[in-house]
């Protein structure tokens, strides 16, 4: 078997994931354009293997296990502005390996408004599109107008396509159902036929012209909320969604369970919803802890929390 350029192989995940923990993956590449991303798609069809598009893994755990295919995280990040017939209305189109932390302070030095709520958020567009980033009275899915989505071949989503909800969207939940399938032919011992998920190539998202001083006014504002709200150490962010009229942080802290340690992982004492890596957590050991505060969440509360955190 020849491995394609650019494809590492037995590449440890903890390396690519904010948990900084995680098993190896058995190929692991970068593509930056989408022809290089078609490109690896083809090659992993053609050897029957298991393909799984990521960001930056700033919302990832992968466990001690590994992946037995190629993970693949897309960096392609160039950016175009359209102007509209109306003066205030800007178009911008931005490929998906992007952070949106550069993606927000770029836009806002420009005096174009829509996505100041996302400063300081972690991650790429891509992951951003796909699970409806959001905070701070914003989302994702307010300021999208189309999505390039790149599977057997390109095509265009509108927002309405995107079937956007409270973190998730159609494409989020296909990631679901592709692992689904994935955990059923492994059970089978078969790889005939391996699914392969789409991959968010690009977005373009409607902004307005702005005053840029009122914009970074703004912004400071939410740095300092977050940075507050934000526990120190490795950690995915938010590990639980939020329930409806609920918050999944209050709801760890009624049942006891700040502070709770298994392993090398923690509830962090600041915020409930954060799992923290202490320095020596291995993905067992976080996943573990999840699995302790579903459980214990369920049986005190009757309430599911459903995760915020893509487990491959």
């Not at 400063?119 to 699970?131: D, M, N, W």
Request: proline share 5%.
């Amino acid at each position: 078997m020849q491995v394609p350029s650019g494809v590492r192989e037995a590449e440890p995940m903890q390396r690519h994931t904010s948990w900084r923990t995680g098993g190896i993956a058995r190929f692991y590449a970068e593509p930056t354009s989408m022809h290089e991303a078609q490109a690896l798609a083809d090659w992993a069809r053609e050897m029957e293997m298991p393909l799984i598009w990521i960001g930056r893994g700033t919302n990832l755990l992968v466990r001690e296990t590994g992946f037995p295919g190629l993970i693949a995280a897309y960096r392609g990040q160039a950016w175009e502005l359209e102007e509209k017939p109306d003066d205030d209305l800007v178009h911008l189109r931005i490929e998906a390996g992007a952070t949106m932390t550069s993606l927000v302070r770029r836009v806002a030095a420009m005096g174009l408004a829509g996505l100041e709520w996302a400063e300081g958020l972690p991650g790429t567009v891509g992951g951003a599109v796909i699970g409806n980033a959001g905070c701070y009275g914003g989302d994702m899915a307010g300021s999208l107008v189309s999505v390039e989505v790149l599977g057997e071949a390109l095509e265009v989503w509108t927002v309405e396509r995107m079937g956007y909800g409270y973190r998730t969207s159609v494409l989020k939940r296909g990631e679901a159902a592709v692992e689904a399938a994935r955990h059923t032919q492994a059970e089978q011992s078969s790889r005939e036929w391996w699914p392969q998920p789409p991959l968010v190539v690009a977005a373009t998202f409607r902004l307005l012209r702005s005053d840029p001083a009122s914009l970074h006014s703004r912004m400071a504002a939410i740095a300092m909320q977050r940075k507050a709200r934000t526990p120190a150490g490795s950690s995915c962010g938010s590990v639980f969604k939020n329930p409806p009229g609920e918050s999944a942080g209050r709801l760890i802290e009624q049942v006891g369970l700040k502070g709770f340690m298994l392993g090398g992982a923690i509830v962090s004492p600041l915020h409930a919803n954060y799992i923290i890596n202490t320095g020596q957590a291995t993905a067992t050991d976080i996943l573990n802890l999840i699995r302790h505060v579903q459980q214990e969440v369920e049986q005190q509360t009757g309430i599911t929390l459903e995760l915020e955190v893509r487990i491959i």
